[in-house]
């Protein structure tokens, strides 16, 4: 299942982001690494990236500050601070521009049908970004193998468990220093339902331009919380991965206050005012993988971008 939604989320980029970086391939296909990489190229990229102003040096823990440094100056002193082959780009960077559309992968090869709907996000530092985290976790997830699949609160979750339109259901996220994918994947079985459950994805999704439950919202932050927590103080491998992005991205290491007040001041307009901003008629990239003969014209999907059934 791994490889599938990795192939899912590589033809969902090439789609949305034709002519530009994000939208090429990170499988490697055989011909790419056969045919055109070569040892000069792969110095050149070295070279050209592995630079200290595209590094963090960090450490989480019982760590003496003096001894990091040392070992830094020890390991990293002589590493160039710039690009040392070429001069740096200084042109003015070029915007992400993202463009919806339609992409299906049928093979015989995948039994099920995996699914993903996509809108364009913010960038990283964006203050969106958290409301969208919580409209993430308004729509809910679903997996039938879990013993309470069907006894969740989210409504979207409810639904599918109900109907038995899927077998699993859960949102996603890519995100990028200009730009982000964001939205829901399913799995199913393919069958004639399809519609009815790429429809009720979508209509979910745009509901929350529309209007947001107060108790949904509060049960939303707390789990949002919970996760938030878990990430300053939990699995060391997350805390570092974590810690590491917000230096790059935000030149300092946030705090769990900061992030648990920047939740608690979003209110149900916040997340009306982000959901009309990215998904309410706005052009989404579908990509489907699998079983997808049963899969439903694209402009459907883009009808119920603005038709909240009520």
Same mark, same amino acid.
């Given at each position: ?6 192939? +899912? ?12 970086? *994000?939208?090429m391939t990170i499988l490697g ?20 990236? !592995? ?13 003496? /500050?003096?001894?990091l440094v040392q070992v830094a ?25 993202? =463009? ?7 093979? &015989? ?25 919580? #409209? ?5 997830? !679903? ?22 339109? &899927?077998?699993? #259901?859960?949102?996603?996220? /890519? ?21 009815? *459950?790429? #429809?009720?994805?979508?209509?979910? #999704?745009?509901? *929350? ?13 707390? +789990? +949002? ?10 699995? +060391? ?27 608690? &001041? =979003? ?11 990215? =998904? ?13 003969? !049963? ?16």
């Open positions: 299942e791994s490889t599938v939604v990795e192939v +899912l989320f590589d033809e969902m980029h090439k789609s949305a982001y034709i002519d530009n970086t *994000l939208g296909p055989e011909g790419n690494i056969g045919q055109t990489i070569n040892r000069n190229k792969m110095l050149l990229f070295r070279d050209q990236n !592995y630079v200290a102003q595209n590094m963090v040096l960090l450490g989480v823990g019982n760590v003496d /500050h003096q001894e100056e020890k390991y990293f002193g002589s590493w160039p601070s710039s690009p040392v082959i070429g001069r740096p780009n200084t042109a003015p960077k070029r915007r992400t521009n993202f =463009i919806g559309g339609d992409v299906r992968f049928d093979t &015989a090869n995948v039994p099920e049908l995996h699914i993903a709907v996509g809108f364009e996000g913010p960038s990283y530092v964006s203050n969106d970004m958290v409301v969208i985290q919580l #409209m993430q976790l308004i729509w809910g997830s !679903y997996d039938k193998n879990q013993g309470c699949a069907k006894y969740v609160a989210q409504n979207l979750s409810r639904i599918i468990a109900d109907d038995n339109l &899927a077998y699993v #259901m859960q949102p996603f996220q /890519h995100v990028y220093s200009d730009t982000s994918i964001f939205g829901i994947r399913t799995i199913s079985d393919g069958g004639e339902d399809t519609d009815t *459950l790429i #429809m009720e994805v979508v209509s979910h #999704m745009a509901r *929350l331009a529309y209007r947001v439950k107060g108790e949904e919202l509060i049960r939303a932050k707390n +789990l +949002l919380k919970t996760q938030l927590l878990s990430l300053y103080e939990g699995n +060391l491998e997350q805390v570092l991965e974590d810690a590491g992005r917000q230096l790059l991205f935000y030149g300092r290491r946030v705090n769990a206050a900061e992030m648990i007040a920047r939740v608690d &001041a =979003i209110t149900p307009e916040d997340i009306v005012r982000v959901a009309d901003k990215y =998904i309410f008629d706005k052009d989404p990239v579908v990509a489907s993988v699998g079983k997808v003969s !049963y899969m439903i014209d694209w402009n459907w999907v883009r009808i119920f971008t603005y038709k909240w059934r009520l």
